[in-house]
């Protein structure tokens, strides 16, 4: 740059013309204390492994190691995707551009979604689930409600409630199955004494519930506190103070 530090330029355009013919002189100057130029050294050894440009242009990836739930799905940026059931528990890695994830188990593609931008939303394929799970999916929200009513009216009662707690009554199915299936545990009794127990917290989980449960405490009968009544004493005025 020395050499052209007593000429002006308008443009960039006339920088470069100045600037090619110092950089031809500047690759083809031999080396003070090794044989060759910058250019022989690019012949001989640099443009024989140069390859064509691939078709598909460069995307930038984000890697991220995650695990795959009993659910059958892996969690990225706050998102679930599915990935095959028979690698529930396994670590494996997310591959993810700006339009793709993809799950990669030992260095093998198990899964490839679009990506989504919706937080706590799922992206499910029904062929990475397991039968029960396909199962889950012909399930209504009328139908849920339904066996809740058969086990009890509190039951039914905590079950609507918690699909109504959510946007979109699909996301509350797997809580409402859990809620549920706690009857073949503890029986049908048990569980609805202990709905109305969530009812009147006004909880809509079923880990709640479950807790309740595995506490007894829909057990305990519930103690009514007795009438509390103003003991006598010389400071009580009473109502005839005041008229």
């Not at 470069?16 to 003070?32: C, R, S």
């Not at 995307?59 to 028979?86: G, R």
């Not at 109305?196 to 519930?222: C, F, M, Q, W, Y």
Request: aromatic share 6%.
């Amino acid at each position: 740059m020395m050499r052209l530090r007593h000429q002006r330029f308008e443009t960039v355009d006339e920088v470069n013309e100045a600037i090619a013919p110092l950089l031809q002189q500047l690759n083809t100057k031999p080396f003070q204390k090794l044989p060759g130029s910058r250019a022989s050294v690019f012949a001989e050894v640099d443009a024989p492994a140069l390859r064509a440009l691939p078709m598909q242009a460069w995307e930038l990836a984000e890697f991220k190691t995650v695990k795959a739930h009993i659910d059958s799905h892996i969690q990225f940026d706050e998102h679930y995707y599915s990935v095959p059931h028979s690698l529930i528990g396994q670590s494996m890695e997310v591959r993810a551009t700006q339009r793709c994830v993809e799950v990669l188990h030992r260095g093998q593609r198990v899964a490839s979604h679009a990506r989504s931008a919706h937080q706590g939303k799922f992206t499910t394929l029904p062929e990475h689930l397991p039968e029960s799970y396909r199962a889950h999916m012909q399930w209504s929200p009328e139908r849920l409600i339904h066996w809740g009513l058969d086990i009890g009216v509190a039951t039914g009662s905590l079950v609507k409630r918690m699909l109504e707690a959510r946007q979109h009554p699909e996301h509350a199915y797997r809580a409402c199955l859990a809620l549920l299936s706690l009857a073949k545990r503890y029986g049908k009794q048990r569980l609805e004494g202990a709905c109305v127990i969530a009812l009147a917290l006004g909880t809509t989980k079923a880990s709640h519930v479950r807790d309740i449960l595995a506490n007894g405490r829909d057990l305990v009968e519930p103690s009514t506190p007795a009438q509390w009544v103003s003991p006598a004493h010389a400071n009580v005025r009473g109502a005839a103070y005041y008229q």
